[in-house]
């Protein structure tokens, strides 16, 4: 038996019959073929190493699968298996009869279709690929049947497909096969419930694409051919065929609870995705998967960047984030209005931004309200730098790096910056706030800040109409008869609703309190530094452009209808530093300051 000659001899015989065995197809010849004539003649095995069917596993080479990990016990089809060892790769060699009798592939693919056997089966093997793909084994294992059907369905497929009898599917034939089982598998999942809605879509999409002649399915073939031309010779034997259909292995690593995981190659897994799939045994529950994540370092300054809210009157809040070098940014979200643009926040999209200076933990977010058409105000000594910071980014945003300013303009239109000074006072045009039945302005107020830093501070004002103060005693009839006379018995104000500082050293209430305190019901003021009074701290609060608590402290007190919005605390204080140093100093917080930590 181990000799060619006799080999040969044995498959002239055969051919003798190759009419009648296309035609009959007798299991027994079948059967005498594969355990026979397979393993001795393409896998360089002869009859005598072939085990008994209770000795028999299955064989894998791993060689050219590093995904592969190790054997699967679960065996789909034993009697194609043998017990050489793994290190040895399969050899194929080709059939004397595809050389005596060769056949034009092109034709025989297209002028004979599989018999109606072949077809269930290949249908039943597609079936059997997506319930795999869909992490569901036992559905495979049902479809698939018992051992005798699982062999019965690899065989009849191979032999539909193996139009050159020659034992191996070579690639123009193995190309085919996995052309229609891989059309087969899309329509399955095109016509089922089983996987997701977004997997049936992209099927139904697939089948319409493959029926104006794109090549979808083709590379979806491409990659069940992947997954089974273990030995990437571009051929596919029954073996390799066989093997297909029991994909999920054994992985070498185990859980720290000793169980085993179990794991699909690289290349199922490639097909599951490209199928918009995902195997059981590679997801996990969505819950499982957002717990990954979770809150870092909350309360730690620079780290925690939690947007904090307070209500300064009914209808009207401040919404932002402020520490010292890391980001400030003060939202009056229901009037459309920011101070600063340290950050942005998605659902906040103002229509005014007010830059107090051009520090970068100020101005990160300026883009951002830029490009949403936001009109913005800054110190009139950095305005033309503000507009070129804009440009430039607008240049790096949209990736061309040749584009001139002119061209940036004539595509993104202008930016809207306004440059402001000390004293100026600028009613907002309509379009620049919203959320106020009154006219709105911005008072400018110089803010001392570092040398050489120009800096302003905002107040934001409602224009009201009031009585004049010489008619404000009369009774309502006289105050008619004035009006009927023409006489202009009301005068316009300006009712301060809140100022903020920004950057800035407490010498701005020392020389403007009387500008600032009596007419603005919220102050939002800068604390950077805690500490005892001294000269020291004076001295280097000052040098660095900024206050410290002690100087604020009178103020404070002195002004009890005034909220005082504490920001902008330097990073080295902790929220719990913060509040030690007003207990331990001061027995607790004024009731008229809130501390924005």
Same mark, same amino acid.
């Given at each position: 038996?181990?000799?060619?000659?006799?080999?040969a001899k044995?498959v002239?015989?055969?051919?003798?019959?190759r009419?009648?065995?296309r035609?009959m197809?007798?299991?027994?010849?079948?059967?005498?073929?594969?355990?026979? =004539?397979?393993?001795?003649l393409?896998?360089?095995?002869s009859?005598?190493?072939?085990?008994? @069917?209770?000795?028999?596993?299955?064989?894998f080479s791993t060689?050219?699968?590093?995904?592969?990990?190790?054997s699967?016990?679960?065996?789909?089809?034993?009697i194609f298996?043998?017990s050489?060892?793994?290190?040895? $790769?399969p050899?194929?060699?080709?059939?004397?009869?595809?050389?005596?009798h060769?056949?034009?592939?092109?034709?025989?693919l297209?002028?004979s279709?599989?018999?109606? #056997?072949?077809e269930?089966a290949?249908a039943?093997l597609?079936a059997?690929?997506l319930a795999?793909?869909?992490g569901?084994e036992?559905?495979?294992?049902?479809l698939?049947?018992d $051992?005798?059907q699982?062999?019965? =369905?690899?065989? @009849?497929t191979?032999t539909a497909?193996?139009?050159?009898?020659?034992g191996t599917?070579?690639a #123009?034939? $193995?190309?085919?096969?996995?052309?229609d089982l891989a059309?087969s598998?899309?329509?399955e999942?095109a016509n089922?419930? &089983?996987g997701?809605e977004?997997a049936?879509?992209?099927?139904?999409?697939?089948?319409?694409q493959?029926?104006?002649?794109t090549n979808?399915?083709?590379?979806i073939?491409?990659?069940?051919?992947?997954?089974?031309?273990?030995?990437?010779?571009?051929?596919?034997?029954?073996?390799e065929?066989?093997n =297909?259909?029991d994909?999920v292995r054994s992985?070498?690593?185990?859980?720290t609870?000793?169980?085993v995981?179990q794991?699909?190659?690289?290349p199922?897994?490639?097909?599951?995705?490209?199928?918009q799939?995902l195997?059981?045994k590679e997801?996990r529950?969505v819950t499982?998967?957002?717990?990954?994540?979770?809150n870092?370092n909350?309360?730690?300054?620079?780290d925690d960047?939690?947007?904090?809210r307070v209500?300064?009157?009914?209808?009207?809040s401040?919404v932002?984030?402020?520490?010292?070098a890391?980001? &400030?940014t003060?939202?009056?979200?229901?009037?459309?209005?920011?101070?600063d643009?340290?950050?942005?926040?998605?659902?906040?999209r103002?229509?005014?931004?007010?830059?107090?200076?051009?520090?970068?933990?100020h101005?990160?977010? =300026?883009?951002?309200h830029?490009?949403?058409?936001a009109?913005?105000?800054a110190?009139?000594a950095?305005?033309?730098l503000?507009?070129?910071?804009l440009?430039?980014?607008?240049?790096?945003?949209?990736?061309d790096a040749?584009?001139?300013?002119?061209?940036?303009?004539a595509?993104?239109?202008e930016?809207?910056?306004?440059?402001v000074?000390d004293?100026?006072e600028?009613m907002?045009?309509r379009?620049?706030?919203?959320?106020?039945?009154?006219?709105l302005?911005?008072?400018?107020f110089?803010?001392?800040?570092?040398?050489g830093?120009?800096?302003?501070?905002?107040?934001?004002?409602?224009?009201k109409n009031?009585l004049?103060?010489e008619?404000q005693?009369?009774?309502k009839?006289?105050l008619?008869?004035?009006i009927?006379?023409?006489v202009?018995?009301?005068?316009?104000?300006?009712?301060g609703?809140?100022?903020y500082?920004?950057d800035?050293?407490i010498?701005?209430?020392?020389?403007r309190?009387?500008?600032?305190?009596?007419k603005y019901?919220?102050?939002?003021?800068e604390?950077?530094?805690?500490?005892?009074p &001294?000269?020291?701290?004076?001295?280097?609060?000052?040098?660095?452009g900024h206050?410290?608590y002690?100087?604020?402290?009178a103020?404070i007190c002195?002004?009890p209808?005034?909220?005082?919005?504490?920001?902008h605390?330097s990073?080295?204080?902790?929220?719990?530093d913060?509040l030690d140093f007003f207990?331990?100093?001061?027995?607790?917080v004024?009731?008229?300051?809130?501390?924005w930590?």
């Open positions: 038996v181990r000799s060619w000659k006799y080999v044995m002239t015989t055969i051919n003798k019959y009419h009648e065995r035609r197809r007798p299991y027994t010849l079948t059967v005498f073929t594969l355990n026979l =004539l397979l393993p001795t393409y896998h360089a095995w009859p005598s190493h072939i085990p008994s @069917q209770l000795q028999r596993r299955r064989f060689d050219n699968d590093p995904h592969a990990t190790s699967s016990p679960r065996s789909i089809i034993a298996s043998s050489s060892s793994n290190n040895v $790769a050899q194929h060699i080709h059939h004397p009869t595809f050389e005596s060769p056949v034009k592939i092109e034709t025989a297209t002028s279709a599989p018999t109606p #056997e072949a269930r290949l039943s597609a059997t690929t795999l793909l869909s569901d036992e559905a495979a294992e049902t698939s049947g $051992a005798a699982k062999r019965e =369905l690899i065989h @009849q191979f497909y193996d139009v050159c009898e020659s599917l070579d #123009e034939e $193995a190309r085919s096969l996995f052309i059309r598998i899309i329509t999942i089922s419930t &089983s997701g977004v049936r879509s992209h099927a139904k999409r697939v089948l319409a493959d029926e104006k002649g979808t399915i083709e590379r073939a491409s990659k069940l051919l992947l997954m089974a031309d273990t030995d990437v010779d571009g051929k596919i034997s029954i073996i065929l066989a =297909l259909f994909v992985a070498q690593a185990e859980t609870t000793g169980e995981l794991t699909f190659p690289q199922l897994r490639a097909l599951a995705g490209s199928l799939l195997p059981k997801g529950n499982e998967a957002a717990s990954k994540t979770s870092y909350v309360g730690v300054p620079g960047h939690t947007l904090r209500e300064i009157e009914k209808g009207l401040i932002g984030l402020g520490r010292s890391d980001a &400030s003060y939202f009056l979200p229901e009037i459309g209005i920011v101070f643009a340290g950050i942005h926040v998605k659902s906040i103002p229509k005014t931004v007010l830059l107090t200076h051009g520090h970068r933990d101005i990160g977010a =300026l883009p951002v830029a490009q949403s058409g009109k913005i105000m110190p009139d950095i305005s033309p503000v507009r070129r910071f440009l430039a980014e607008a240049q790096l945003n949209y990736g040749t584009q001139t300013d002119e061209e940036t303009i595509a993104l239109g930016f809207d910056v306004q440059g000074r004293l100026d600028v907002l045009p379009e620049c706030y919203m959320g106020s039945p009154t006219p302005g911005v008072q400018v110089k803010a001392p800040h570092k040398d830093v120009p800096a302003v501070s905002y107040g934001l004002y409602r224009v009031r004049k103060i008619y005693a009369l009774p009839n006289e008619g008869a004035l009927k006379n023409d202009q018995i009301t005068e316009s104000y300006n009712d609703i809140i100022l500082t920004g800035t050293q010498d701005l209430l020392r020389e309190w009387r500008e600032i305190l009596p019901k919220v102050v939002i003021h604390v950077t530094f805690l500490g005892q &001294s000269t020291e701290l004076d001295e280097s609060t000052k040098l660095k206050t410290h002690a100087q604020l402290h103020w002195a002004f209808e005034t909220t005082f919005v504490l920001v605390w990073l080295r204080y902790s929220r719990q913060v207990d331990e100093n001061y027995g607790g004024p009731s008229n300051v809130v501390l930590i």
